[in-house]
């Protein structure tokens, strides 16, 4: 059992060796020129970059919960309530209990616009959200689109 794992553990080490090797074959089997080297570079770091800024953002929530989980012990919202409130008045009730009411949570989590600007976050809710989603937000408006079936074909292969 423990030649098994440190076996794996050789060949999880060894990856990389063998992914550049394989790299190199295939750009020699391909006969890639200088500036399609270039673009297979690009796409390479692009992928990877991809799925790091993706854990990245799950690490980002997963510790966002954790600070999200302790603050409502402190400041009693759960923390559905707290996730409707803006960094800075988060920091406010933790100091000074001075923040969003239950009430404007609740209609926040109804309907809420969020602007940010230099001084901070402002919410419009209610009626004021409703008046700049119709005065300040386009909506194109969809043409009726007939179904297209795509059989074995991802939607986004990326």
Excluded at 11 to 28: G, M, R, S, V
Excluded at 50 to 74: E, G, N, V
Excluded at 89 to 110: D, H, M, T, V, W
Aim: charged share 30%; with cysteine; net charge positive.
């Amino acid at each position: 059992m423990k030649e098994k794992i440190q076996a794996k553990i050789q060949e999880i080490k060894d990856d990389p060796k063998h992914l550049k090797q394989k790299q190199t074959q295939y750009i020699k089997e391909l006969k890639l020129d200088k500036s399609e080297k270039h673009l297979f570079t690009a796409a390479q770091n692009y992928s990877y970059n991809k799925a790091f800024r993706y854990d990245m953002l799950l690490y980002a929530y997963f510790a966002l919960d954790k600070i999200l989980r302790q603050a409502s012990k402190r400041i009693e919202l759960s923390v559905q309530e707290m996730r409707f409130c803006s960094p800075e008045e988060i920091s406010n009730l933790l100091l000074s209990k001075k923040g969003p009411s239950r009430k404007e949570i609740k209609e926040r989590q109804n309907l809420c616009v969020v602007i940010i600007r230099n001084k901070g976050a402002a919410h419009l809710i209610g009626e004021k959200a409703k008046q700049f989603i119709k005065t300040k937000i386009q909506i194109p408006k969809i043409k009726k689109i007939l179904p297209v079936f795509m059989v074995r074909q991802p939607i986004w292969v990326g």
